[in-house]
């Protein structure tokens, strides 16, 4: 397998919509993937043509029978693209409203017990978990993250899980900090110790940076947010296993008693997903000889990684002679300079200015990046470092060094 050459960069960001300016701003880097990933211009066309059908799904016509056909191909290339042999796909209001979802049903359906999960979690685990869990009347525990490596290990769950523990949650990748999770190791830590918990992954900011592989995590959920994954707003996507299927759930009487989808949904969110396993299916051709579909999209996934820590490397250690992050004397990195946990992100803080102005220095320089608050969505990590907010910097694989240069050139002058 090769490595994402600069030719290739260029051609991936020929296939992205507003790779380097924005309709309002003009030319910009755009550095917010966290926020939502940049969409595949095949996305913006797709979801346009099917914008435009009038027809629903499960009608005896030529135009719906075409709906169902692209949900059921969407399906089927979710199930190659996450490796998930087993189990449904889905659609919903928002990934948030489907982790909301999969936990309430968990929660309800399991018994009495504890409810697990961890402090460095989205609080669209962490909410749903503490409503849903006193509902059942069940015991929310939280297991503690690491402050400083920004993560939380295998040794915290295994420290915490009890055979009483029913359902259990975990981030694949912490939007706030970027540091990664091992959620097989995790899982099966869990196992180990209650065999029949219900175990429901975040996996909406890990989605865009590396691979999916359901069929090896032993989890019964894994939920994304399409938009930021390359595709667009407007939905969610899980995946449930059989077992959490058979759970009652919210459905219509004398329905399907599999459906967990709630009313029509719309065709060309599915259709999106199509395109995005298309072009995963694409890149993992053009750095490797794969011959299988599934191999070349984890040889995508694989390629993305590498790229990704190529851009935080130089981004924290310096690229040509511009020094990087971890030579600023006044900056600060969340989660250390050297961490193999980190996913294409670095949040920061400068001693002596407020991130919020360092953000909008950014934004003048045309380098969008995001504050975060120690708010309801991220006081979980700032509030233990005693922040007032962080600076996040996300990346994505269709980001390149010379932006990374531009991006070092001007916090030089801020933290100057």
Sequence with gaps: MTAITPDLLTEIRSRFAQIDHCPQQGPRIFFENAGGALTLKSVVETSGRYAAIPDNQGRDNPGSKELVRTIDRA???????????????????????????????????????????????????????????????????????DHATGTVGTEAYAAAVTPDTRVATIIHTSPVTGMGVDVAA??????????????????????????????????????????????????????????????PHDALLDGPADNWELGTRDTGAYATLSDLAEYLDWLGGQISDATERRERIVAAGTAIHAQEKTLTDAMIHGTGNLAGLDAMPRVHIIGGSDNPAREGLVSLWVEGIDAAEVVARLNAARIRTHLRKPDHYSGNILDPLGLDGCVRVSMCHYNSLHEVAQFLAAMNEIAN
């Design 186 to 247: 995790i899982a099966a830590a869990i196992r180990a110790v209650a065999p029949k918990c219900y175990i429901i992954v975040d996996g909406i900011q890990h989605a865009a940076h590396g691979r999916i592989d359901i069929d090896s995590y032993d989890v019964d959920g894994y939920v994304i947010s399409p938009y930021k994954m390359f595709s667009r707003h407007g939905y969610g996507l899980a995946w449930i296993s059989d077992r959490l299927t058979k759970l």
């Design 75 to 145: 399906k089927a290339d979710m199930r190659v693209l996450m490796n998930a042999p087993d189990g449904q796909f889905f659609v919903g209001e928002s990934g948030t409203e489907l982790l909301f979802r999969l936990i309430m049903n968990a929660c309800l359906g399991s018994g009495a017990g504890v409810v697990l999960g961890s402090t460095l979690e989205h609080p669209a685990t962490r909410s749903a978990c503490g409503r849903w869990a006193r509902i059942a009347g069940q015991r929310h525990v939280l297991v503690a993250h």
